[in-house]
């Protein structure tokens, strides 16, 4: 699984090839979340609250490179939360 950012200890990255809904991976040391695309929700996982909420002001910063990303499975690095 290609890890497509890294800020703040936080690692992203993007199954491709994977089950819907469009989906990217977020993991912080021992946590995990999983956060749906268009509606950057958390669908599963355990990040802490401060973590969750720093994925999703990057998810949307990112998301429509997500999404595209996700579409047509061209990897590319994004940049993290500064």
């Known amino acids: 699984m290609p890890e497509i950012a890294r800020f703040y200890g936080i690692i992203v990255k ?4 994977d089950h819907l809904p469009p989906h990217f991976h977020a993991s912080y040391g021992e946590y995990v979340g999983l956060f749906d695309i268009k509606t950057l929700d958390m669908l599963e ?8 909420k720093m994925v999703i002001e990057w998810g949307r910063i990112h998301q429509e490179e997500l999404m595209n990303m996700w579409e047509t499975q061209e990897f590319k690095k994004l940049k993290g939360l500064e």
């Open 14 to 17: 993007l199954f491709f090839n």
């Open 45 to 52: 996982g355990d990040l802490p609250n401060r973590a969750k």
